[in-house]
DNA sequence: GAAAATTATGAACAGTGTTTAGTAAATCTT
DNA sequence: AAGATTTACTAAACACTGTTCATAATTTTC
């Protein structure tokens, strides 16, 4: 077999991958994850639903690599806060990217951060959530510049960490799920729900400011 | 037909209708929500499958009535509480309250909150999350509270509360998906979970208290 | 007892994820 | 170019799922 040929098939076997996954993406943020068929896949991609099988092992598989390109894609939002010299602006910033985020892409948050089909195939093999632990990483690294500009003073930085994500992703899990909404609806006079995540950030941010000296 | 006759079909027929719904629960908790089948809640009570549609209407119909006792335990949860006076302290107690139920009864907890598939349902039929108002009412009432004793002085009643509801559901949800575990076992020596869970609740108690006078 | 009303079910429908045996097409060898 | 071989694909089936409906069994009324 010519060496062209075998690289030429090896980019349309890619072709299909993406192909079957941008499907399966646009069908799962349309449709919800567990209302999506192969078989539905398949059709709009206009193969034989046992051809997916060929390219991917599993419906968990496709789920799986859907879950891969989320966590790419929040990476992407906090990359551009990398300029920001002054910590607790960086930090702030990766608080408004990571509810930009949320908000922009709530079925793949909701894939990423709160599905449970997935997270037992995550548990399995251990590489996918050091992405996970990754971003974590850089969150305690940017809390730990803080302090050494005065802020959370007294704190462990580990335990801050903990509680500025859990902040931010009750906040944009209970924003994607509708709670939020639905308790602010009556609460919040007629601001919008944007307005409403921004204003609560806003007041978590001046929280952690208290913390400062 | 008699009336004590009535009564007593009356009361067979509740019966089944709990029959049906502890088998769920057993089932739901022990494989999940999505993999126990109808087929398999009418084995385990000995029926028919037709049967179950003789008391609810739908699946969702049974989620939905889970729904709504994992509600009515949660209140449970917070009535213990009724006896502290101090509004702070009833705060911190609601907190813990908070935690102990999403630890004790985590598919519950991602059924109430984080579930997809029930929201749904409840979308439609308002008086559900109706409980979920009445639970923010108390918090937004007991934070009032705390502001009279002279915490939380210049903020807004509503976004402190939406922020510590926030932390406390990111916090929980955070622990029953895994996540949590899966990034504190390098990171956090080797306390447990729980003690994790402990610590990072009282940081975040600790930051709420310097926010006083 | 017979008639009426209730309660339970077997069988079927349309759908799901997945596997397998077999076909069609592209490629390699001669 | 012709035949052999590997590759790409698919139709059909399997074992499930939620749900419905005609039918059968049971219980209540008369």
């Not at 990423?112 to 093999?125: G, K, R, S, T, Y």
């Not at 305690?140 to 509680?163: A, M, R, W």
Request: hydrophobic share 40%; proline share 2%.
């Amino acid at each position: 077999m010519l060496m062209g040929v075998a690289e030429r098939k090896e980019r349309h076997k890619e072709d299909l991958k993406r192909e079957i996954l941008d499907a399966a993406k646009s069908l799962f943020t349309e449709k919800g994850l567990e209302a999506t068929s192969i078989r539905a896949i398949a059709e709009k991609i206009e193969y034989s639903p046992a051809t997916i099988y060929l390219y991917y092992k599993d419906k968990n598989e496709i789920v799986h690599a859907l879950h891969s390109e989320g966590f790419k894609l929040l990476v992407s939002y906090f990359n551009v806060l990398n300029h920001i010299t002054h910590p607790f602006e960086r930090l702030k910033g990766m608080g408004r990217a990571y509810i930009q985020f949320a908000v922009q892409n709530p079925d793949t948050y909701m894939l990423i951060f709160n599905m449970d089909e997935p997270l037992q195939h995550v548990a399995n093999c251990f590489e996918e959530w050091n992405e996970g632990d990754r971003a974590f990483d850089i969150l305690l690294k940017t809390v730990k510049d803080c302090q050494n500009h005065g802020y959370f003073s007294g704190f462990v930085p580990e335990q801050i960490s903990f509680v500025i994500w859990s902040t931010m992703h009750g906040l944009c899990t209970l924003r994607t799920t509708g709670h939020l909404g639905h308790v602010a609806v009556a609460r919040s006079g007629n601001q919008s729900l944007d307005a409403l995540m921004a204003s609560t950030f806003e007041t978590f941010v001046t929280v952690l400011e208290k913390l400062k000296n």
